[in-house]
């Protein structure tokens, strides 16, 4: 089932320090940040019984969540892509995203997949707060698009 998701009811910070003290689902959580987020009301959401995955825009990029369930072991993924590949001096850009990795990326980290370089974080479910949930989704939004035009002036990509 896809479904459109609303910005209107959440704006804010504070709507998450209140998921917090409500004790809310990881679900709850993902939306209300993504609600956040999400500045053009692009919102999507597919679930099934065993994952919800959502997409959404963020300035130049599109931000992938996935959330496979709310028990212990299952995962938390988020990513966007930032560049098609083959690129112009790819082995260039593995150095930059190489050295990118190590300095400025935090929790998440570039990647390859299916030819696009993404900006992705992936985590256990257990143990996690809606601050952590909130760090990683703002975190692979802003690196990529803080990062995504630079890359494909400089590298190219289709």
């Given at each position: 089932?896809?479904?459109q998701?609303?910005?209107?009811?959440?704006?804010?910070?504070?709507?998450?320090?209140?998921?917090?003290?409500?004790?809310?689902?990881?679900?709850?959580?993902?939306?209300?940040?993504?609600?956040?987020?999400d500045q053009?009301?692009t919102?999507?959401?597919s679930?099934t019984?065993?994952?919800?995955?959502?997409?959404?825009?963020y300035?130049?990029?599109?931000?992938?969540?996935?959330?496979?369930?709310?028990?212990?072991?299952?995962?938390l993924?988020?990513?966007?892509?930032?560049?098609?590949?083959?690129?112009?001096d790819?082995s260039?850009?593995?150095?930059?995203?190489?050295?990118?990795?190590?300095?400025?990326?935090?929790?998440?980290?570039?990647?390859?997949?299916?030819?696009?370089?993404?900006v992705?974080?992936?985590?256990?479910?257990?143990?996690?707060?809606?601050?952590?949930?909130?760090?990683?989704?703002?975190?692979?939004?802003?690196?990529?698009?803080?990062?995504?035009?630079?890359?494909?002036e400089?590298?190219?990509?289709?």
């Amino acid at each position: 089932m896809v479904s459109q998701i609303s910005n209107s009811e959440v704006d804010t910070a504070q709507d998450v320090e209140e998921l917090i003290a409500d004790n809310s689902t990881h679900q709850e959580v993902i939306e209300t940040v993504i609600s956040s987020l999400d500045q053009d009301n692009t919102a999507m959401v597919s679930h099934t019984d065993e994952s919800y995955l959502w997409k959404f825009s963020y300035g130049s990029v599109e931000v992938f969540v996935q959330l496979t369930g709310e028990t212990d072991d299952d995962l938390l993924t988020v990513w966007a892509s930032v560049l098609q590949l083959p690129a112009t001096d790819e082995s260039g850009l593995m150095r930059r995203l190489l050295e990118m990795n190590w300095s400025g990326t935090f929790e998440t980290c570039f990647s390859i997949k299916d030819n696009r370089v993404m900006v992705s974080s992936q985590r256990t479910v257990a143990d996690m707060y809606p601050g952590e949930i909130s760090r990683l989704v703002t975190l692979v939004a802003n690196i990529a698009d803080d990062n995504d035009e630079a890359l494909k002036e400089e590298f190219g990509g289709l």
